[in-house]
């Protein structure tokens, strides 16, 4: 298909784009008299547990967290109807929702809600960063978490999709989970990994306001961002996520279909290998970053100039992102004079070497996003411009925490949501830890860094020195570089006709649909 003509390309989408939307069960299209509202975007479904692929049944509101988060990015009620925490920080209890049931009618129990997040503590589930004790139900019916040291974070952690709650019976005798029985206002009634998940409206739903009036829904993965948006301009998909600038702008130009767009607190990176001799030596990394033009990339392969990522957290982060921080230019002269000073210097005119061996590096990078690939070669291309040669590999997100932890990544582009848990420091734990991270810091650790997210994690950090100590992290991993900002994200998502009122959430941890409307 690369290869054909570019209407023949089309075509060949275009029919693939339909057979996709039309590999469904019609059957049970026609028995409800109405087809579902349709969303499709690039993310698997890998399998059942929640750490793997929580993140669609929770944005498919199948499945509820136990705390929800606003867009201000407060914790706010979930599940949990409200949470008290003792003056020692070391116990919270949670009340649940009055009359809550699952989807099988069972009703929600202290007991149940417990078991499912004890198998939420187990990494790399986000409750694992937790020092939790024990997580039981009070004779009260109140969800009992007694933590070994305070910890700030926990409501933050409990909205995470890994959190998600489950029914006792969709688990099975081992422990694993079997199916989906959650509490959201949909319910599963088919369910295909990695492909397709379907479901309905759960009228025994209690979580505030109406009824959803959408009756049912479809999650349909297609992992070309052409592919998604074909099936936008046909019809085919009402909303389609994860579009590229090109989609965006041919959607846009022919009236098909309405963009909605929100700034996500997630950064496209260049994650570094600091453990390797060239990549541990900070003049490099600087380097490296000198030799990005990030406003050239921004303004034509993101369609946005002011999406150039001048430092690691985009604006929308108060707290982290600092106006004042002198930003990350573009600046090939001072990535050379850099590059001589830590000894990698010009052979033959146009490649780096020390001592007869070439600073070669490989690149890794996926689809999944479709902006990556088409970076990833503009960085091939502007490092070589300093004399660094380096090959591109595209192969599956899995590749790059696997390259990390057997220690043979040397560099991977990739794109990290710093707001996956509304409070940033339960994902900086995650990346910047002692240990480093899938994707933060390999082979890099900063004291400054591990102590500051400690103050800020347990509590001992609060008001004016919790914002120093977000300044002291945002700081470190500016100058240290264990990972270099290229560009922060847009949302772009295409919005069927047929449709009304959609609510695009900036955490991304929810699609909205019960807030959505048929156009009438």
Do not use: C
């Not at 116990?91 to 809550?100: D, E, H, K, S």
């Not at 001589?340 to 590096?361: I, K, Q």
């Amino acid at each position: 298909m690369r290869d054909a003509p570019q209407s023949r390309r089309r075509a060949l989408l275009g029919a693939a784009a339909a057979a996709l939307a039309s590999g469904v069960a019609r059957a049970g299209d026609a028995a409800a008299g109405r087809t579902p509202l349709v969303v499709v975007g690039p993310w698997e479904i890998g399998g059942l547990a929640p750490a793997r692929s929580g993140f669609v049944f929770a944005r498919m509101q199948v499945a509820e967290t136990l705390v929800d988060i606003g867009d201000d990015g407060v914790p706010v009620p979930g599940l949990a109807a409200s949470w008290t925490t003792s003056g020692d920080g070391l116990q919270w209890r949670f009340a649940l929702r009055a009359g809550a049931r699952f989807h099988d009618g069972s009703p929600v129990t202290a007991g149940a809600v417990a078991r499912s997040l004890r198998e939420a503590t187990t990494p790399p589930a986000a409750l694992g960063l937790a020092p939790i004790r024990s997580i039981d139900a009070d004779r009260d019916g109140v969800v009992a978490i007694r933590l070994k040291t305070p910890f700030a974070g926990l409501a933050a952690l409990l909205s995470h999709y890994s959190a998600i709650v489950l029914a006792p019976a969709s688990y099975g005798r081992d422990g694993a989970v079997q199916s989906i029985v959650a509490t959201g206002p949909y319910r599963v009634t088919a369910l295909a990994p990695p492909q397709q998940l379907d479901a309905e409206r759960f009228d025994g739903w209690n979580g505030g306001g109406p009824l959803p009036e959408v009756e049912r829904v479809r999650y349909l993965v297609a992992s070309r961002a052409e592919t998604r948006s074909m099936m936008a301009e046909s019809g085919q998909a009402d909303l389609a996520f994860s579009l590229d600038p090109a989609s965006v702008t041919r959607l846009s130009s022919r009236n098909s279909a309405a963009i909605a767009s929100v700034l996500l607190p997630r950064t496209l990176i260049v994650k570094l290998n600091a453990g390797l001799p060239a990549l541990g030596d900070v003049r490099v990394r600087r380097a490296l970053a000198l030799a990005i033009d990030r406003e050239g990339i921004a303004r034509a392969l993101m369609r946005d100039a002011t999406l150039a990522a001048t430092q690691l957290f985009p604006p929308s982060m108060t707290g982290w992102h600092d106006p004042a921080r002198a930003p990350l230019g573009h600046d090939p002269a001072s990535a050379a004079r850099l590059l001589d000073e830590a000894g990698w210097r010009l052979t033959a005119g146009t490649r780096r070497n020390a001592g007869g061996t070439p600073l070669t590096l490989m690149l890794r990078t996926f689809p999944d996003r479709p902006e990556l690939p088409t970076i990833a070669a503009a960085l091939q291309a502007q490092w070589r411009r300093v004399g660094v040669e380096v090959s591109v590999s595209i192969g599956n997100s899995g590749d790059i925490p696997l390259a990390h932890r057997d220690g043979t990544l040397q560099l991977a582009l990739a794109a990290r949501n710093y707001g996956a848990v509304a409070d940033p420091v339960g994902t900086l734990l995650q990346d910047f830890g002692a240990g480093g991270g899938d994707w933060g810091a390999t082979g890099w650790r900063d004291e400054t860094v591990v102590d500051a997210l400690d103050a800020l994690a347990t509590g001992r950090a609060s008001g004016g020195e919790a914002a120093r100590a977000r300044s002291r992290v945002a700081s470190a991993l500016h100058e240290g570089l264990p990972v270099i900002p290229v560009s922060w994200y847009r949302q772009q998502v295409a919005v069927s006709r047929r449709i009304v009122q959609v609510d695009l959430d900036p955490f991304e941890r929810s699609y909205r649909l019960t807030r959505i409307r048929w156009r009438r």
